[in-house]
């Protein structure tokens, strides 16, 4: 078993800063590719950004130039620096986490609860 717990949510005014993190525990032999994804009621989960094991970096358009993604594998934890924030950033976020249990084990996916961002006008 894998568990992802996200941090670090809560409220803010546009133009403020957040940063969430997320840590991976349990049986863990690799973690391949890690992200946050978010998702606001009657809507579908979008993808905020992913980020590999070496470091490669994907951004949803809506975000690229005020969200960084970045990773400390040796935590197992994933972290999302979030500036200039904006009303429609509102969401629950939700860590993502593409993990081998063994060394000849195909990854699976594993989510997080989701943590929630309010960013106020």
């Known amino acids: 078993q894998v568990q992802l717990v996200e941090s670090g949510g809560g409220l803010v005014q546009a133009g403020g800063s957040l940063r969430l993190s997320c840590a991976a525990s349990g049986s863990i032999f690799r973690i391949h590719r890690m992200g946050w994804y978010r998702q606001v009621p009657g809507k579908q989960r979008e993808l905020v950004a992913t980020?590999?094991?070496?470091?490669?970096?994907n951004y949803a358009d809506s975000v690229k130039g005020r969200f960084t993604i970045s990773r400390d594998n040796a935590k197992n934890t994933v972290y999302v620096q979030m500036n200039s924030l904006k009303p429609e950033d509102t969401a629950v976020y939700y860590c993502?986490?593409?993990?081998?249990?063994?060394?000849?084990?195909?990854?699976?996916?594993?989510w997080g609860k989701g943590t929630l961002v309010t960013v106020s006008s």
């Open positions: 993502n986490a593409v993990v081998a249990t063994t060394w000849n084990s195909n990854g699976m996916d594993y």
């Open positions: 980020i590999t094991s070496s470091g490669n970096t």
